[in-house]
T-cell receptor, first 110, second 114 residues
């Protein structure tokens, strides 16, 4: 099946720093999604990508759909304390189910 | 616009019992997917329903089942509970089957099996 490798597993950064995380897959996807999950809640959709090479921003967040369709990255600029949480990438190919990465746990020190 | 509603939020069951979890999708959403989330395995896909039909199924034993009603509400059932079934069960809805616009998740049902 399609496996997603998400890295890094965790990050500890200072408030104001930029953050970068990525996901790679052994096979192609035609949709990439990035989610954030806070403790005790379900994941919340941050950015959705539908085309290879697509670069999309949502406020301080920017994500790209890799040109090979096997990878995606998420950048967060000028991090703030409320960025703390677990970030998940997710990918889907055609009618198959959506697969999730293992998550990147982000800690922001004020 | 109400979000995805999952009930109950918390549940404690004994090994061997069965449990039914409920999910009400966002109004107008016809696809409902279920995921199991555990610290060790992450988010694992259970099944997806669209227009009352199961369209995709993950690699879970037959003890895990689900259904979708004509109003798009969905239930999942786990029979003969095992300790390893303790997890956060998340439901997600989308407008269409392929989730082209992404999925909206509920807050989950935390199931503890003792």
């Amino acid at each position: 099946g399609q496996q997603l490798n998400q890295s890094p597993q965790s990050m500890f950064i200072q408030e104001g720093e930029d953050v970068s995380m990525n996901c790679t897959s052994s096979s192609i996807f035609n949709t990439w999604l990035w989610y954030k999950q806070d403790p005790g809640e379900g994941p919340v959709l941050l950015i959705a990508l539908y085309k290879a090479g697509e670069l999309t921003s949502n406020g301080r967040l920017t994500a790209q759909f890799g040109i090979t369709r096997k990878d995606s990255f998420l950048n967060i600029s000028a991090s703030i304390p409320s960025d703390v949480g677990i970030y998940f990438c997710a990918g889907r190919y055609n009618n198959n189910d959506m697969r999730f990465g293992a998550g990147t746990r982000l800690t922001v020190k004020p | 616009k109400a979000g995805v509603t999952q009930t109950p939020r918390y549940l404690i069951k004994t090994r061997g019992q069965q449990v039914t979890l409920s999910c009400s999708p966002i109004s107008g959403h016809r696809s409902v997917s279920w995921y199991q989330q555990t610290p060790g395995q992450g988010l694992q896909f259970l099944f997806e329903y669209f227009s009352e039909t199961q369209r995709n199924k993950g690699n879970f034993p037959g003890r895990f089942s689900g259904r979708q009603f004509s109003n798009s509400r969905s239930e999942m059932n786990v029979s003969t509970l095992e300790l390893g079934d303790s997890a956060l069960y998340l439901c997600a809805s989308s407008v269409d089957f392929q989730g082209f616009y992404g999925y909206t998740f509920g807050s989950g049902t935390r199931l503890t099996v003792v």
